[in-house]
């Protein structure tokens, strides 16, 4: 079969999209280059430009098709929460799982590339990348919102800024973990403990601890003089 067809397979879009996901988890997306990328899918540059015309929608698409069942799922869970309370305000444990928990399961997947891509979005997280940042910011927009919602009825007593820098903390320990133990292995040296079940116990043990931490002393100090002002 020549290039020109095969290239026009779905088998061959995958493998593009494969090829490019674990380099930019493993370089970066600018360290990157096409010929890297066509050089692991086994294609010539005219199969990619078929199947995604440039390396920026090469890149939309890496996120899109894995973060679009990703924030499905999530959805699906918050939703399901949401029934099962009945009308009352989901308990915070509950959202945070909702979340995080359906991210620990995909980055727990080694064998359909859910690993890669969790690693690649933590990856992202932490680097400066504003067109992927802004690509990000509308895929997460409807879930954020959601998400956010649930949490702020779930805790009324704590200010909404609060919240978000919560979420924001939360995120970022997502971010680290998912990366891999690489990182743990720099101060605790040979690290045999990946079970990915005891990573979620240990995240999420982790997580509502932050989300039930005592308030800082300067946002308590405010919300009491607010409170003895009214």
Not at 30 to 37: G, L, V, W
Not at 60 to 87: I, T, Y
Not at 161 to 176: D, N, P, Q, T, V
Not at 210 to 219: E, F, N, Q
């Amino acid at each position: 079969m020549s290039e020109t067809t095969h290239k026009q397979t779905p088998e061959t879009r995958e493998r593009i999209l494969d090829a490019a996901e674990g380099l930019f988890m493993a370089h970066g997306f600018e360290a990157t280059s096409m010929r890297m990328i066509t050089g692991m899918a086994h294609v010539n540059l005219a199969a990619v430009n078929y199947h995604f015309g440039t390396k920026d929608a090469l890149i939309h698409e890496v996120f899109r098709r894995r973060l679009r069942d990703l924030n499905r799922r999530r959805l699906a869970a918050l939703s399901a929460e949401e029934v099962a309370a009945g009308g009352a305000p989901v308990k915070p444990s509950r959202i945070v799982e909702a979340f995080f928990g359906v991210s620990i399961e995909m980055a727990s997947d080694t064998q359909h590339g859910g690993a890669t891509f969790m690693r690649l979005l933590g990856r992202t997280y932490t680097e400066p990348n504003e067109f992927v940042r802004k690509f990000l910011a509308e895929e997460y927009a409807e879930v954020v919102d959601r998400f956010m919602g649930a949490l702020y009825r779930a805790l009324p007593d704590v200010p909404r800024e609060e919240i978000l820098w919560r979420f924001h903390f939360m995120m970022g320990a997502m971010s680290y973990a998912i990366a891999g133990t690489d990182a743990l292995q720099l101060f605790a040296g040979e690290f045999d403990d990946k079970d990915p079940a005891r990573l979620m116990e240990r995240l999420m043990s982790f997580l509502l601890g932050g989300l039930r931490a005592p308030l800082p002393a300067t946002t308590a100090q405010h919300m009491e003089s607010r409170r003895n002002a009214a």
